[in-house]
């Protein structure tokens, strides 16, 4: 049996073909890899932290363009979530993350001198990100030695 996530797809997205196997009620069933949920978690983390690395310096705001990076943590986000459709608890844990870094960097670039107590919050939420991109990769790379 594949290990990975399944969820549905509503049979109006799916076309009609592919390898799925079909349950009646919801349309063809599609396996996500625990390879493609890593990959997708290590991209998301690092574009937050990149976000929170526009706060802490002049040099990362330029070498991140704005628009670029948002585009790809939007994308990266909206993937995400949908592989995590299929477990309530865990997507809502990523996207109060998500909410929690996006507000934090909001308020931190919109200030015109960020007070210490926001920096150190910056500090500690780049030092969460950096750990669990750090151990996802880990695991990422034990995924594609199996």
């Known amino acids: 049996m594949a290990h990975g996530v399944y969820h549905h797809v509503p049979p109006l997205l799916h076309g009609g073909g592919g390898g799925?196997?079909?349950?009646?009620?919801?349309?063809?069933?599609?396996?996500?890899?625990?390879?493609?949920?890593?990959?997708?978690?290590?991209?998301?983390?690092?574009?937050?932290?990149?976000?929170?690395?526009?706060?802490?310096?002049?040099?990362?705001?330029?070498?991140?363009?704005?628009?670029?990076?948002?585009?790809?943590?939007?994308?990266?986000?909206?993937?995400?979530?949908e592989i995590l459709s299929v477990n309530r608890v865990i997507k809502e844990k990523v996207e109060q993350e998500c909410h929690r870094v996006l507000a934090l960097s909001a308020a931190c670039l919109t200030s015109e001198s960020p007070k210490p107590a926001m920096m150190g919050e910056v500090n500690v939420e780049r030092a969460v990100l950096k750990n669990k991109t750090m151990a996802l990769s880990d695991l990422l790379a034990e995924f594609r030695a199996s």
């Open 20 to 81: 799925e196997k079909e349950d009646d009620m919801k349309g063809p069933l599609v396996v996500h890899s625990h390879i493609e949920i890593t990959e997708t978690l290590v991209r998301l983390y690092v574009f937050l932290a990149q976000t929170l690395d526009r706060c802490l310096n002049e040099v990362a705001r330029r070498t991140y363009p704005e628009q670029a990076l948002q585009l790809h943590l939007a994308a990266t986000r909206a993937e995400m979530m």
